[in-house]
């Protein structure tokens, strides 16, 4: 009963390094969303994918980018990172489209800090 | 421009104190409105969707309505295991995305 899983859970990365995000769900989902939380602020949508080879930009899409190989993985990379990317990433998946009113399940997040 | 905010931004019951969070949003056209918990170090997790004024949705010590322009989230006898942040979002019918909320943390303290 895993749902959505994220890897790593922690990092930490030094300015100019880059990193992949990854997240798997096991529910058969077409729709996940990438999403960063920072302290006071709500939950904000980085790059969202339709289906399996499609990707789309959020509200926060600069600095990253994302593919969506196989139905059941979504990548976030980060080609160089930047202090102003530290910050708790979520992945989330849902049924079908998002214009029906299937909630989004979420991941336990990855904490990641930029020096 | 927030399109969906929450308050109080921080909330203290005694246990058993009952109390209401509220949500409320400007976005043209709903969808829906959802409202998650989410404990500390984890995900969100889901607990209501509510589509049209005056439906209510109810679970344990929870309850959520909606009016036109807000939402609910009522808490009756709050227990301990009640503390968490509570999350609000709104889907426009124009759009598929969610539009989070900052949130409201509620303590419940024996």
């Known amino acids: 009963n895993a749902g959505v899983t994220q890897t790593p859970k922690f990092r930490v990365l030094k300015t100019g390094q880059s990193m992949t995000l990854l997240c798997a769900q096991d529910m058969n989902h077409e729709y996940m969303y990438w999403y960063r939380q920072d302290p006071g602020m709500g939950l904000r949508l980085i790059h969202y994918s339709v289906g399996e080879g499609t990707t789309a930009k959020g509200e926060v899409p600069d600095g990253y980018n994302v593919s969506r190989l196989k139905k059941q993985n979504f990548l976030l990379g980060l080609e160089s990172a930047a202090p102003s990317q530290t910050s708790v990433y979520f992945c989330?998946?849902?049924?079908?489209?998002?214009?029906?009113?299937?909630?989004?399940?979420f991941g336990d997040g990855t904490r990641l800090s930029i020096l | 421009e927030d399109q969906v905010t929450q308050s109080p931004e921080a909330l203290r019951l005694q246990e058993g104190e009952s109390s209401s969070l509220n949500c409320s949003y400007t976005?043209?056209?709903?969808?829906?409105l959802f409202w998650y918990r989410q404990d500390p170090g984890k995900g969100p997790e889901f607990l209501f969707t509510l589509y049209s004024a005056g439906e209510e949705k109810e679970k344990e010590r929870l309850k959520a309505t909606l009016t036109k322009k807000e939402s609910f989230l009522h808490i009756t006898a709050p227990k301990p295991e009640d503390s968490a942040t509570y999350l609000c979002a709104v889907r426009p019918q124009t759009l598929g995305r969610l539009y989070f909320g900052r949130g409201t943390q509620l303590t419940v303290w024996p």
């Open positions: 976005v043209s056209g709903l969808r829906g």
């Open positions: 989330a998946s849902s049924p079908r489209s998002p214009y029906s009113n299937q909630p989004q399940h």
